[in-house]
Nanobody, 122 residues
Framework: QVQLVESGGGLVQAGGSLRLSCAASGNIASISVMNWHRQAPGKPRELVAAIFSVGSTNYADSVKGRFTISRDNAKNMVYLQMNSLKPEDTAVYYC????????????????WGQGTQVTVSS
């Protein structure tokens, strides 16, 4: 019903930048929060950044001042601009949203993308 497709990952040197994109499609009625999570090898998945429908944002302490999350409500897109990347930012990055569908407009469900690899070399 709802599909999320991430793009923009890759290999970058420390200090470099990448911009991740996530496109949500399907029978979406509305989206409340849009998040980026990441999971490094051997570590639990962690929330990196969140943006709510009104535009307010939250960031993990480890990325504050370096990452910026934004969204385009008309296109059902969410972005993550990552600057001053560090080797410890290496992980698979996942897009996650909470959305209502046209077939079940009263309930919010969580949806996940397949992930995109970000590798930062030192």
């Amino acid at each position: 019903q709802v599909q999320l497709v991430e793009s923009g990952g890759g290999l970058v040197q420390a200090g470099g930048s990448l911009r991740l994109s996530c496109a949500a499609s399907g029978n979406i009625a509305s989206i409340s929060v849009m998040n980026w999570h990441r999971q490094a090898p051997g570590k639990p998945r962690e929330l990196v950044a969140a943006i709510f429908s009104v535009g307010s944002t939250n960031y993990a302490d480890s990325v504050k001042g370096r990452f910026t999350i934004s969204r385009d409500n008309a296109k059902n897109m969410v972005y993550l601009q990552m600057n001053s990347l560090k080797p410890e930012d290496t992980a698979v990055y996942y897009c996650n949203i909470r959305a209502r569908t046209t077939t079940d407009p009263l309930t919010y469900y969580a949806y996940w993308g397949q992930g995109t690899q970000v590798t930062v070399s030192s």
